[in-house]
């Protein structure tokens, strides 16, 4: 299988000293990849480095076979991201902000259109009004159509249902899916609910204390072995502990 | 191969993004409004100089061109706040609201987001001047009711004082690397700019050398013998500083971790 995203042995430190310590796993094309942690457990440092956010001096990442650090450009072509917050030019309206991302793919490359984009997240009516006045979810929503907008092959979501109420979180977490389904797009969601990532992801890697402690595996087998998604995330917390319960 | 081709679609995205960075600036009611404000001023001076000379009929005003009044004031004076304000816009205001992450996560390196920012901050200096040139024209003939100068001569002027201007736009948009808010950016511009200026009136010798004492370049060339090699060391100068803080702003641009 076609090998999306390749990350070998990252490693991010701040000055704090807190961070993430030798990250490896790989995401394969039609995965929707589930990145499981506590609040503070390094996923978005881990997601800031694989889109250049952040500087990293140890360890590799490779997208779509590009070298991130060698070749940023072609590596980040077809990848849409939402990293921490879903930020957006704020004085603009959604138009404004889709056009402003959409430049940045040519004509001769494949992209969606701005009406086609905004049908598919539900904006079409909010259009030319300003983003300031959008509700989170409508933010949301919209820069998930800013990270779609390049018909990208890889899409990365820091928390996407972070801060959204009940209608908002389904919403979301059905266009994912349907996205998926759909497009064939690969998704690499991060998220601290497990019922969450359960509910949208094939696969799941768990993060903890800036280590990754199971570097993804399919949701079904693990199912399979546990009683559910839950209990396989306290054992695997529980052995990188030294089987010790807190 | 599949590089290679990457390679040539993306090149073009340096272009793309110094459209945005000035469709960006222009949807900002702020800029646009400044924009406005600069008319006014040099209307309002062409006024009130042409009041005064009704009055004062012994002020010989007639030798000096208006629009290159207007110029010196405004490159002395507004252009610099202007300045400081276009670009704490487009990078501390960014780092602030976060809206950087927005380019920095597309298909393009920091080298070409920062020379687009900056490129972008040079079009607004250039479309500001040619405001103060056309209004203060314009405003000249109407309030004078004749256009005493040659307009090659003072759109070669404009044209050459939009040099140290970039430079001051470079010089800004290094501080503003220190700044998560485009506030805290403006006014340690402005203080630093004052106290260069401030500095190099008792300082002797430091304004020939310091990049602030040549905004008007112009008014320099036309005051006394005009000669080709101290005006080409000049010009080296002002590119030097401008080269300096390019590379120093850059070097922190690509450092930023948003």
């Known amino acids: ?246 | 191969m599949k590089s290679k081709m990457h390679g040539v679609e993306l090149m073009s995205n340096l272009k793309a993004n110094i459209i945005n960075e000035v469709q960006k600036l222009f949807l900002k009611k702020k800029i646009t409004v400044l924009l406005i404000i600069t008319a006014i001023i040099c209307f309002l001076s062409a006024f009130f100089i042409s009041s005064i000379q009704a009055k004062l009929v012994f002020i010989a005003m007639d030798s000096i061109s208006f629009p290159l009044m207007t110029l010196t004031i405004f490159t002395n004076i507004f252009l610099p706040l202007f300045i400081f304000m276009t670009v704490a816009e487009l990078f501390s205001g960014e780092f602030g609201d976060k809206s950087l992450k927005l380019v920095l996560i597309r298909p393009i390196s920091r080298l070409k987001i920062f020379i687009s920012k900056n490129i972008a901050i040079a079009i607004y200096i250039i479309i500001n001047l040619i405001v103060v040139f056309i209004v203060s024209m314009l405003s000249s003939m109407l309030l004078s009711g004749k256009a005493s100068f040659s307009i090659p001569h003072i759109m070669f002027a404009y044209f050459i004082d939009l040099v140290p201007a970039v430079v001051l736009a470079l010089f800004a948009s290094l501080i503003a690397q220190f700044f998560k808010s485009s506030s805290g950016a403006i006014i340690t511009c402005i203080l630093l700019f004052i106290g260069i200026k401030i500095l190099s009136l008792f300082v002797s010798g430091l304004n020939n050398i310091v990049f602030t004492s040549y905004l008007n370049w112009y008014s320099i060339w036309s005051v006394g013998q005009f000669s080709f090699l101290r005006t080409i060391n000049t010009l080296f100068m002002i590119l030097s500083y401008g080269a300096i803080f390019f590379t120093i702003g850059y070097y922190f641009f690509d450092k930023k971790e948003v």
Do not use: W
């Not at chain 1, 490896?24 to 589930?34: A, I, L, P, Q």
């Not at chain 1, 991130?68 to 930020?87: C, H, M, N, R, W």
């Not at chain 1, 259109?113 to 006045?133: A, P, R």
């Not at chain 1, 280590?211 to 693990?222: A, C, F, R, V």
């Open chain 1, 1 to 246: 299988m076609e090998k999306v995203l390749k990350v070998e042995g990252l490693t991010k430190l701040y000055n704090n000293g807190r961070g993430v310590v030798d990250i490896s796993f790989e995401v394969y094309k039609g995965d929707v990849f589930g990145f499981l942690g506590p609040n503070g457990a390094g996923k978005t440092t881990v997601m800031k480095s694989i889109t250049g956010l952040n500087t990293f001096k140890k360890g590799r990442v490779e997208i779509l076979g590009f070298d991130l650090k060698t070749q940023f450009e072609s590596a980040l072509g077809k990848v849409g991201a939402i990293i921490e917050t879903a930020d957006l030019y704020e004085h603009m309206s959604a138009y404004y902000n889709l056009k402003i991302a959409s430049r940045f793919y040519y004509k001769n490359m494949e992209k969606y259109s701005i009406d086609e984009i905004l049908d598919i997240v539900q904006l079409t009516e909010f259009k030319k009004e300003k983003v300031s006045k959008f509700s989170l979810g409508m933010k949301q929503r919209l820069a998930l159509a800013i990270a779609l907008i390049s018909k990208p092959e890889l899409v990365i979501l820091d928390e996407p249902t972070n801060g959204l109420d009940i209608e908002g979180t389904i919403a979301m977490r059905n266009l994912i899916i349907e996205l998926a389904t759909t497009k064939g797009i690969t998704f690499f969601i991060s998220s601290h609910l497990v019922h969450e990532i359960e509910l949208m992801c094939n696969k799941v890697a768990i993060i903890n204390n800036g280590k990754l402690i199971n570097k993804g595996e399919h949701i079904k087998s693990i199912k399979e072995k546990y009683a559910s998604l839950e209990d396989f995330y306290m054992n695997e917390v529980k052995n990188a502990r030294g089987g010790i319960d807190e």
